[in-house]
Every structure is written in C-alpha cells, then in structure tokens.
C-alpha cells in the first residue's frame, strides 16, 4: 500500500471514529478492506500518534476519550 493511500486510511478510520460509526472490529475491518489484525496494527499506530482511541462496548464502535484533532499535511503560512 502507498504512503498516500495508508494517510487516506487513516483520516477514513479517525472520521469514522469520531462519529462513533465503526461498528464492532470485524465489521470496521471490512469496511475498510482490511484484516481484523492490519486494522488493530493501524489502531495500534493512531495511539503511538496520540490518539486516545478505545472501544466502547456499549455503542459497540471505536471512540476516542476525549476531543482530539488529526492533522496530516502540509499547510501554507
């Protein structure tokens, strides 16, 4: 997978977590088009970038515990 297509992945994985619409792990997994392991090593790596992403058994989707803002680019000053 390219470097552009993984940032992409994982802008896709913070706004569905944000909006709490994962859904359980197998299910986010294809909606991803990915392996219930490549996408615990992508959730794995959104934490080691600081994102306090758990799983909330009650809503049964992927949250973050509090606000945070992913930011992957470049911007102009």
Do not use: C
Not at 28 to 36: D, I, M, V
């Amino acid at each position: 997978m390219k470097v552009i297509d993984q940032l992409q992945l994982l802008e896709q994985m913070d706004q569905l977590i944000r909006l709490q619409a994962t859904g359980h792990p197998d299910a986010f997994a294809r909606r991803l088009g990915l392996s219930k392991s490549m996408l615990y090593n992508y959730l794995d790596l959104i934490r080691l970038l600081g994102g306090p992403v758990r799983y909330n058994k009650t809503s049964a989707s992927f949250e973050y515990e509090y606000p945070v803002e992913l930011k992957l680019g470049y911007k102009k000053k």
